[in-house]
């Protein structure tokens, strides 16, 4: 097997905040594969857009961090601002959320792409960028004869599809892509979910897809890692994960998704945790149906369910809950007053 | 939820009901009210609401989805047409007249962060409705009323969310707030605008929950206006899917998802992501996105994207144009530069009514651009813009093609939902 392009270890992000630190991701262990897909999903407030800019080294001032996020064997998070700025682009890209935003208004989309290459890729005739630049916007299906057009004159699926190719263009090993389709429609979500889907079959770039949208999941990923309260809690194939989740926090998202297929409606009660002071032991026990007496008091281990699988709970590790403690853990009903 | 409704009385009936707006364009237009571009959000709906029903309004971004659901209420004015609750008619109203009218038709909007204002308890937000249109004989009532809305609602302990701002509530508790305050009044009518969607999946279901819980409870009636087919499908009686200002199919949920009439809900159905990663998302997707509200196309406003779309379906310069930017995408660098020459300014590309004066490259025989047309329409029969063209005539410095007139489509019935596609034209 190939080796992992980028790879986590313990990853650790945090903001300081008056009433403490806000753990926003706690110890996040995730490898991504050169070509692979892998689905980040989660609701508001687990971490997961965080760890995304993590990834990239754009934490905001003031974060603190500890942990690897080690690509081709560097820690990205011990580079220097400038060696960091030179990576991202060639070596590691992003796709922001709101595409109606991140285009300069003034600046014809050949001057985008042009000055993308000029920086990156000075050796670059000009004529060269000129075919890059066609190339890629071709595979996002926006028209040559609209190149030299301002953004302003682009709908949003379209403009979404000039920021990937602008992502594509200088070829990145890595792109993160937080939420891409989420602010367009139904059909053109579909038409960009396709892309992103041909994308993994025709070129080397991994991708990290963080995602509310567990349809996006199923349809566009090869791997997902589910995360709540600053932790992955199970990742694996994303036909497994979202076929038979293991782990009780997945199982019950699913279950709430409302699908064309919902018959009848299901929740979770609560809230998810304040990340300034966590609760002890799985952090989804306060709210996780199957909470045994042990996980309001121990971390639970990880562990491979089954090949490329992992997940963060006592269910999976029964032979080694401490004696006493496999009983159902004794709580108060959740109120409405204690709800997200 | 999909059993029909049971209710006959009908609440609210709109009849050809349009909301234009002008977008002044020039100056002058701008002096003289005239002239300027129109967009027509809401043009020509009509449907009846029955009592204790659920209508949902579904479409993307631009549909006028929003627009005709605040026409309901008068918060936008209707340019024409007629909204009638039981019977009495709303449009035309002045702001002082519609006043009372407002407690019996209240609204809940999608941001529930930014609904409430963030420097009044719930206390306070919710006793102004009925304040305003003295529904209580003194504070005393006032007090009870709240907390027993409250209550309704799910936020309890009452004493402690009365006393609370809304940057001390989830989003969720902000949203059953805001519901709080629209229900305090007593409606017949509460129109929900994307009620759930700014929320997180494990919180929609409560709050659906809820509004399924009232309307059983205080017996209200519902327009739920969403982009989301799949909630729809599970809260709604019956489903208007709107395309650029129009209903274009409307039926009751089992007709609209079990046997969708029109090709565009056909495609929103089929373009929904599903966690199941059995079903994959077809290939054959409409192209394009919803055209400018500004310039709507000719005929059927669906049909530049319409994998079904034939000769009568309003075929326009436009189109023509699309169609040359996706054989060059499409063909690769090569086809573009060897055809590219051919044709001159895109731009330029000349629309009347019914036909499309297109231009030779500078320099080039106009003659040649009519074999390259013909040659394109010999390679791509299935390219339904050519069920249109009635003619290609080379001229001076370019073509002519000419369009078949297309038809506007209005609700045609069939054997399930009425839809506003010429498919189901009666001979």
């Known amino acids: ?340 | 939820m999909s059993a029909s409704p049971v209710a006959t009385k009908t609440l609210i009936e709109v009849r050809d009901l349009q909301v234009h707006f002008s977008i002044a364009s020039s100056f002058k237009s701008r002096v003289t009210g005239r002239g300027g571009a129109v967009v027509k959000a809401v043009d020509g709906v009509s449907f009846d609401l029955h009592e204790g029903e659920v209508l949902g309004l579904v479409g993307e971004s631009g549909s006028g989805k929003t627009t005709l659901g605040r026409a309901l209420l008068g918060l936008v004015k209707p340019t024409a047409g007629s909204v009638k609750l039981r019977g009495e008619e709303l449009v035309g109203l002045s702001e002082r007249e519609l006043r009372p009218k407002r407690r019996h038709l209240q609204m809940v909007f999608q941001d529930p962060h930014a609904s409430l204002n963030p420097g009044m308890t719930l206390e306070t937000a919710l006793a102004h409705p009925l304040e305003i249109h003295k529904l209580t004989s003194g504070p005393a009532e006032t007090h009870a009323k709240v907390r027993e809305t409250l209550e309704l609602v799910g936020l309890s302990p009452t004493e402690r969310f009365a006393e609370s701002l809304p940057s001390g509530l989830s989003g969720g508790q902000k949203q059953r707030a805001a519901i709080a305050r629209a229900i305090i009044t007593g409606p017949d009518l509460v129109v929900a605008d994307e009620p759930v969607s700014m929320l997180d999946m494990s919180v929609r279901a409560k709050i659906l929950d809820l509004l399924i819980d009232l309307k059983q409870r205080i017996g209200l009636t519902y327009v739920y206006v969403t982009h989301d087919l799949a909630s729809a499908k599970f809260f709604c009686d019956r489903v208007a899917i709107m395309y650029l200002g129009r209903i274009v199919e409307i039926g009751t949920v089992d007709e609209i998802f079990e046997d969708p009439k029109h090709p565009y809900t056909q495609a929103l159905i089929r373009a929904i992501p599903e966690p199941d990663p059995d079903k994959a998302l077809p290939r054959d997707l409409p192209r394009g996105e919803i055209p400018d509200a500004a310039r709507p196309p000719l005929g059927c406003s669906f049909h530049p994207r319409c994998p079904k779309a034939f000769n009568l379906c309003g075929w326009e310069a436009r189109d023509l144009r699309t169609m040359l930017e996706e054989r060059w995408l499409e063909g690769g660098e090569e086809l573009y530069n060897a055809e590219r020459p051919l044709v001159g300014d895109l731009e330029k590309l000349k629309a009347t009514e019914h036909d499309a004066f297109l231009p030779a490259g500078s320099g080039k025989d106009p003659g040649d651009l009519l074999a390259l047309l013909e040659k394109i329409r010999g390679e791509e029969p299935d390219e339904p813009m050519w069920t249109g063209v009635k003619a290609m005539n080379a001229e001076a410095h370019g073509v002519r093609v000419t369009f078949e007139p297309g038809i506007d489509p209005p609700l045609y019935p069939t054997d399930g939902a009425q839809a506003a596609c010429l498919l189901y034209r009666p001979e």
Not at chain 1, 30 to 38: H, I, Q, R, S
Not at chain 1, 148 to 159: D, V
């Open chain 1, 1 to 340: 097997m190939a080796d992992p392009v980028l790879s986590l270890r313990d990853l650790r992000i945090w903001y300081g905040a008056e009433r403490g630190a806000v753990r926003a991701v706690d110890g996040v262990s995730l490898d991504l594969m050169p070509g692979e897909t892998v689905g980040l999903v989660g609701e508001s407030g687990c971490g997961k857009s965080t760890l995304g800019r993590g990834v990239l080294g754009l934490l905001p001032e003031g974060a603190g961090h500890a942990g690897e996020v080690s690509f081709r064997g560097r820690n990205i998070l011990d580079l220097k601002p400038r060696e960091l700025r030179s990576m991202r682009g060639p070596e590691l890209g992003m796709i922001f959320q709101e595409p109606m935003t991140r285009l300069n208004p003034l600046m014809r989309i050949s001057d985008h792409f042009e000055e993308v290459l000029r920086i990156h890729e000075p050796k670059l005739g000009k004529k060269e960028a000129r075919n890059r630049s066609l190339e890629a916007l071709r595979g996002m299906g926006i028209p040559p004869t609209r190149y030299r057009q301002y953004p302003h004159e682009f709908s949003g699926g379209m403009r979404q599809r000039i920021m990937i190719a602008l992502a594509l263009v200088l070829r990145p090993a890595v792109v993160v892509a937080d939420e891409p389709t989420t602010a367009l429609d139904v059909l053109v979500e579909a038409q960009i979910l396709r892309i992103l889907a041909d994308l993994r079959r025709n070129f080397d770039t991994a991708l990290l897809l963080i995602t509310h949208n567990l349809g996006i999941v199923a349809e566009a990923c090869d791997r997902v890692a589910v995360m709540y309260a600053g932790r992955v809690v199970e990742q694996g194939p994303a036909y497994d994960v979202t076929t038979k989740p293991s782990h009780p926090y997945s199982r019950e998202l699913l279950r709430s998704t409302i699908s064309l297929s919902t018959t009848e409606l299901h929740s979770i009660p609560g809230a998810p945790p304040d990340l300034v002071s966590p609760p002890p032991g799985c952090r989804f026990h306060p709210r996780c149906p199957n909470a045994m007496a042990v996980c309001a008091q121990q971390w639970p281990p990880t562990e491979a369910t089954s090949p490329g699988r992992r997940s963060e709970c006592w269910l999976h590790a029964q032979d080694r809950i401490p004696a006493g403690l496999e009983k159902p853990l004794e709580r108060e009903t959740i109120a409405t007053s204690e709800e997200a």
